[in-house]
T-cell receptor, first 111, second 114 residues
Framework: GDSVTQMEGPVTLSEEACLTI???????????LFWYVQYPGEGLQLLLK?????DKGSNKGFEATYRKETTSFHLEKGSVQVSDSAVYFC??????????FGQGTRLTINP | DAGVIQSPRHEVTEMGQEVTLRCKPI?????LFWYRQTMMRGLELLIY????????DSGMPEDRFSAKMPNASFSTLKIQPSEPRDSAVYFC????????????FGPGTRLLVL
């Protein structure tokens, strides 16, 4: 079945460092891809998404490009802030509306 | 606009008791999802509804768990009897129901079964 594999965490960076969180997927068709973020004590919220190959999703300085040839959707940010500390989930949906989530990557940014 | 509303936000109960979690989806959304989040197992889909009809309940762990959606604006997840291993954060999410649409999550219910 469909699956999502994320970079193992936790990840700890200093403020203004560059961030990459790797995400690869396995799916038989052409899924839509998502990054969700969960701040402490809150539910998940959409960070960005891409619905077809070569699309780039972007929001709040974060970017991810849908790469069909490598089945990847890596999350990147050029300069992280303390407020970016959260858990990040990569996910896909295909056909049915349900999401298949990766295991989540906890990110901590130190000032 | 109000987002997805869940109640209660926190629940502490004793093993064997019945627990009912409630969810009000965003108005106009026609798909609703129940998830469970634990440190050990991560985020798991329990069940989802489309137009108030259960579509996939393969994630419901056992018969002690049941979910209903009597109308488009309300859903419940019930655990009877509850066990300590049910302790988790339970999230409800809703969406317009089109492929590729964003799911909007509620704040979750943190359940502790003693």
């Amino acid at each position: 079945g469909d699956s999502v594999t994320q970079m193992e965490g936790p990840v700890t960076l200093s403020e203004e460092a560059c961030l990459t969180i790797n995400c690869t997927y396995t799916a038989t068709g052409y899924p839509s891809l998502f990054w969700y973020v969960q701040y402490p004590g809150e539910g998940l919220q959409l960070l960005l998404k891409a619905t077809k190959a070569d699309d780039k999703g972007s929001n709040k300085g974060f970017e991810a490009t849908y790469r069909k040839e490598t089945t990847s959707f890596h999350l990147e940010k050029g300069s992280v802030q303390v407020s970016d500390s959260a858990v990040y989930f990569c996910a896909l949906s295909q056909g049915a509306q349900k999401l298949v989530f990766g295991q989540g990557t906890r990110l901590t940014i130190n000032p | 606009d109000a987002g997805v509303i869940q109640s209660p936000r926190h629940e502490v109960t004793e093993m064997g008791q019945e627990v009912t979690l409630r969810c009000k989806p965003i108005s106009g959304h026609n798909s609703l999802f129940w998830y469970r989040q634990t440190m050990m197992r991560g985020l798991e889909l329990l069940i989802y509804f489309n137009n108030n009809v259960p579509i996939d309940d393969s994630g419901m762990p056992e018969d002690r768990f049941s979910a209903k959606m009597p109308n488009a604006s309300f859903s419940t997840l019930k655990i009877q009897p509850s066990e300590p291993r049910d302790s988790a954060v339970y999230f409800c999410a809703s969406t317009l129901g089109q492929i590729g649409e964003t799911q909007y999550f509620g704040p979750g219910t943190r359940l502790l079964v003693l």
